[in-house]
Structures are given as C-alpha cells and as structure tokens.
C-alpha cells in the first residue's frame, strides 16, 4: 500500500528519504487517477525496501501541489536525495513508472 504523503510528513518521508521516493499526486475526483491507483499500490509493496512509494492528495494539500508547479493531474514525480529527479504527467504504465524509480537508485 502506497504512504499518504501530507504537507506534515512529506519532508520526513520524502525530502529526507535515503531511498528513492516515486510521488503521486492525484485527486478523488480524478478518473484517470483512480485507475492508476492500483498500479500505484503494487509499485510500493514490489519496491518495499528498496524504494517509497507514496500519495498526495492535491486537494486536501494544496501547498505540495503549488511547490511542485503541479497543474494537471495524475502527475508522477520521482526524488532521490531530496530532489525531483523525473516528472511523468498522465497515466503511465507500471513498466515506465519501475524504470523511472530504477533510474534513481
């Protein structure tokens, strides 16, 4: 199951991770969003200890969505070390979205 990542522990979880972290931002409302949901969800236990896996909710954390110049949803960001290191915007498959983690370890 992926991390719920709000503006309280996305420093803790993500900015200060030693591993490489892939972050979905999404939305309820968002149909596309919701059937990348489940990709999402197997992507964290495969990565388990190796790499997060986590989940911003745009709506109820505005203030990571503006940070980040998110402006159209779903919007996948890999960080390694802190930084955003790859950006994917829209649904992607479960195979571009490991390799994009793959690159950052």
Same mark, same amino acid.
């Not at 919701?34 to 954390?61: C, F, Q, W, Y």
């Not at 159209?72 to 994917?88: H, N, T, Y």
């Given at each position: 199951?992926?991390?719920? @990542?709000? *503006? *309280?522990?996305?420093?803790? #979880?993500?900015?200060?991770?030693? #591993? !490489?972290? @892939? $972050?979905?931002?999404?939305?309820?409302?968002?149909? !596309?969003?919701?059937?990348?949901?489940?990709?999402?969800? #197997? @992507?964290?236990? #495969?990565?388990?200890?190796?790499?997060?896996?986590?989940? $911003?909710?745009?709506?109820?954390?505005?203030?990571?969505?503006?940070?980040?110049?998110?402006?159209?949803? !779903?919007?996948?960001?890999?960080?390694?070390?802190?930084?955003?290191?790859?950006?994917? $915007?829209? $649904?992607?498959?479960?195979?571009? @979205?490991?390799?994009?983690?793959?690159?950052?370890?």
């Amino acid at each position: 199951m992926a991390l719920t @990542l709000t *503006e *309280e522990n996305f420093e803790a #979880e993500v900015l200060n991770s030693t #591993e !490489p972290v @892939l $972050v979905d931002f999404w939305a309820t409302w968002c149909g !596309p969003c919701r059937m990348l949901g489940p990709t999402i969800d #197997e @992507l964290a236990e #495969e990565n388990s200890g190796s790499a997060k896996v986590g989940k $911003v909710n745009i709506d109820e954390h505005q203030g990571l969505s503006i940070k980040y110049n998110i402006t159209s949803i !779903p919007a996948l960001i890999v960080f390694k070390d802190g930084q955003p290191v790859e950006q994917l $915007v829209g $649904v992607q498959s479960k195979s571009k @979205l490991q390799d994009a983690i793959d690159a950052a370890k």
